[in-house]
């Protein structure tokens, strides 16, 4: 007798339980705006203020109201970013169709990214931290919420392959039968799955929870291409705006068109948008376009378009004697110093050329790359004309080298270049070969070297009494400079002078 009593409590126990279990239903949505029922059931197991319904900022804008949760951080009620529902999330989820809840959901910390996940058990006396009650299945991969991020419509799966086992040992199917509980967390480890919920300062807001029948299919309606940049020489690339269109993309991962990842726009069930392709290698050929969803790769759609031909920089050319007047051929030039005689011009008719630029040049460069008397051997140029025209000249300090900068005309260029001259005052010097070398710089590359050959040569009688005689005249002092000059002249021709 006493067990049958027993027997009877037990079943009335029984009965009595799953009748308190709610009946979920297909497409049930809590959208907060009836303010009675406060937060619609959704608590965090005590009562407070952190979780409350907010009268106006909702998806919809003013006057939308939502589910607001303040997780504190650290430890003690309130510190995790966990809430639950025991009243109308109850239920038989089965028998109901519920595959899935969709939400309007947004992190409202702006400092804190959240990673959302539901879970479903089927004890309402859920499990706490490292305890277990019942059987609890929990979002396998989380929705990664950005801080400071925008409202999105997000899906959480309730298909079996998309949850993962946290306790107990009812199956996957029984589970879903009988819910007790389900949970709105943030937890960053999909490797150590629990409802606890992690421990951070989080503010999360939530609309229009609602119980779906089936994930909506993602798919990518449109691909098309757009805006094409020009190509940049430089690099010989350029970008491509492609076009997309898609629908109820999936909740997590990112969209790859190409292999170049972009964020997923899920403000609303279908975007159309512009992403652009960067870095694109001009070609000229065909490109295949494919754009798929990482976390769904069937949704995934095509297109091509004709690359950029190839913009590859040619360099400049610069030719000294551009009509070979002199006898020389190719770019080069030859001309003769003679010891104390006038300053020779280092080209005769140049020409620049650059089959590809327009017609400019940003920069030159001359060096007389083997002086032997330094101080008294040197190059220049017109740097008044040359200032006239816009460009700089920088001389090195033994006047053995000399920049141009500044964007000019290849016309204007070929004038400054024209005026080059070399001049050695040591006449007694080596009478070695000089060469000075010429480059021009179309902003991206150089011309390859031009260069003029000095033959020095010993000067005539009359060059050394042009040149030499008044110059020293002038002087009253007998510098080293002098000096060597008399050293020389008299060693030579017993020419008394000075
Ligand atoms: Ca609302
Ligand atoms: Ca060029
Ligand atoms: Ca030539
Ligand atoms: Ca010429």
Redesign the pocket.
């Known amino acids: 007798m006493t067990k049958k009593i027993i027997s009877i409590a037990v079943l009335i126990f029984i009965y009595s339980t799953q009748n308190e279990i709610r009946a979920v239903t297909l497409n049930q949505i809590d959208d907060f705006e009836d303010t009675s029922l406060q937060t619609a059931g959704w608590r965090i197991g005590l009562s407070s203020l952190a979780i409350r319904n907010i009268t106006t900022g909702g998806p919809d804008g003013t006057n939308d109201n939502f589910l607001q949760y303040t997780s504190s951080g650290g430890g003690g009620r309130g510190s995790r970013m966990v809430f639950f529902n025991q009243d109308q999330w109850q239920g038989n989820y089965v028998a109901a169709g519920i595959n899935a809840i969709r939400a309007n959901i947004k992190n409202l910390h702006g400092s804190t990214p959240l990673k959302v996940r539901v879970a479903l058990g089927d004890s309402s006396t859920s499990p706490g931290c490292g305890t277990s009650g019942g059987s609890w299945f929990i979002s396998s991969n989380s929705l990664d919420l950005s801080a400071s991020g925008d409202w999105l419509e997000v899906t959480f799966s309730l298909a079996e392959k998309d949850l993962t086992r946290i306790s107990g040992n009812s199956s996957y199917t029984d589970t879903m039968s009988s819910v007790r509980e389900l949970r709105i967390l943030s937890q960053t480890s999909n490797a150590n799955p629990s409802v606890c919920g992690d421990s951070i300062s989080g503010i999360i807001g939530l609309d229009n929870i609602t119980a779906i029948t089936q994930i909506p299919a993602c798919s990518i309606t449109a691909l098309t291409s757009g805006t094409q940049s020009l190509c940049n020489p430089a690099t010989n690339t350029y970008t491509q705006d492609i076009k997309i269109t898609y629908k109820d993309p999936p909740a997590t991962g990112m969209l790859d068109i190409n292999g170049q990842l972009f964020d997923i726009d899920r403000s609303s069930s279908s975007i159309t948008t512009t992403h652009t392709l960067t870095n694109l290698t001009a070609n000229g050929q065909t490109v295949n376009v494919t754009a798929f969803f990482t976390a769904d790769q069937s949704c995934s759609n095509t297109t091509s378009f004709t690359s950029r031909a190839d913009c590859t920089n040619s360099p400049p050319a610069i030719?000294?004697?551009?009509?070979?007047s002199?006898g020389?051929?190719?770019?080069?030039?030859q001309t003769i110093f003679s010891l104390g005689g006038n300053p020779v011009d280092l080209a005769d008719?140049i020409?620049i050329t650059d089959v590809d630029s327009s017609n400019l040049i940003t920069s030159a460069a001359i060096t007389l790359t083997n002086a032997l008397d330094s101080g008294l051997e040197f190059i220049n140029i017109n740097t008044a004309l040359a200032n006239s025209l816009g460009i700089a000249v920088a001389v090195s300090s033994n006047s053995q080298s000399l920049t141009l900068s500044g964007t000019a005309s290849r016309d204007h260029y070929e004038m400054i270049l024209e005026t080059a001259q070399y001049q050695n005052l040591n006449f007694g010097s080596s009478l070695t070969n000089r060469t000075v070398s010429f480059t021009v710089n179309d902003g991206l590359d150089a011309s390859p070297l031009a260069t003029t050959t000095i033959i020095i040569q010993n000067g005539t009688l009359e060059e050394l009494m042009t040149t030499f005689l008044p110059a020293c005249r002038k002087r009253v002092a007998m510098d080293s400079f002098h000096r060597t000059q008399l050293k020389y002249l008299s060693g030579r021709m017993s020419f008394q002078a000075c």
Request: charged share 25%; net charge negative.
């Open positions: 030719d000294l004697d551009a009509d070979d002199s020389s051929s190719g770019s080069n030039f008719g020409g």
